[in-house]
């Protein structure tokens, strides 16, 4: 991929850019995006702008049909002079693999990593270094074309947004079972990493923080019986002390973070099943006390620990530990992500700037 361009305007965007101390998620924005536009059947030399507003047609056809699907990745630079990544050939493939389920062009490797490089490079010197904070990378790409008709837009921008992050979620959850919307059915969209399925999560999610909970709980689109996802997390649960997770039935989403987990825990000695997982196996074990933990886990959420499942009517479901297992995995994990373990399967990316 040919270089990219710089706007002028960067170098001061940057120098005038405070890192605060409360960073929440997704609330700070870092002072620099990276945007390509795809036309006339191919991909532009990009830039490197400073953080702002842009502008889209109303009638665009992310606006108006939700083309768009995006990805989440993070930097870390914990007592370190570099940058590194963690996976991010594995965002990239799933964003071919979801851009594709929706018919958009995917972004070439050497793209996607010229603008997430471009945009860390920038932001090297001001993103946070303690521990458990990062700086998460947004790239999305969107359908451009303003029209109605029902086919892709043929215009199209790929766009890298980053912030300085702390995790998504702090503290035992209470989760929200949720037992009459869905997120996503088999041959939907829900594997693939599409804005569309964050906008179906959202009544669910939103009713949930309404009353009191912390997330909603999706079910299995067909019969409303077996785990499948938190919305933007994935799930795990600890059975008579062994791990149990979702098996991805194409309405799940392929978590990063599940697939790191689900291999770090082998690698610590647990045993770790991806199997159907009725809801009423994990009830009945809260009850029983043999099922001991559930998690969430997710690039934001990394390890994300939960401390009771509601049903709408009241009844609680609470947990006898609640950061047990989920504790063990999430600072392994984090120790390898923040180059402070050994990193055997060479997950971690340091950049180089030349
Ligand atoms: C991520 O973990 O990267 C996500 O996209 C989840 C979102 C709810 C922040």
Known sequence: MDAYDTDPGVAAAVASFNLPEHLGF???????????????????????LPYGPIEVWPG???????????????????????PNLFRAEANCRRMIRSATRLSMPAVPEALFFQGIGAVVRACSDI????????????????????GYMLRNSRTFRFMVIANPVEPYASGAMEVAIERADVRAAAGG??????????AASLRASTAAVVSGRTIALWLDGAEHRYLQELSGMNIFTVLDGELHTPELDGAILPGITRDSLLTLARSLGYKAHERRIPLDEVLEGIDSGRCSELFACGTAAVV???ALLAEGDGREYRLQKTDAVAKHLRESLLAIQERRAPDPLGWTQELTFA
């Open 127 to 146: 993103m946070p270094t303690q521990s458990g904070r990062s700086l998460y990378l947004r790239p999305f790409i969107f359908g451009s074309e303003s």
């Open 60 to 82: 665009s056809r992310a606006l108006q049909y939700a083309e768009l699907v995006f990805e989440g990745l993070k930097a870390y630079r914990v007592g370190r002079s570099r």
């Open 304 to 306: 994300s620990p939960v």
């Open 189 to 198: 969209l829900g594997e693939a990493k599409a804005s569309a399925n964050y």
């Open 26 to 48: 997704g609330q700070i924005n870092a002072p620099v995006m990276f945007d390509a536009e795809w036309r006339n059947g191919e991909w532009q030399r990009g830039r490197l």
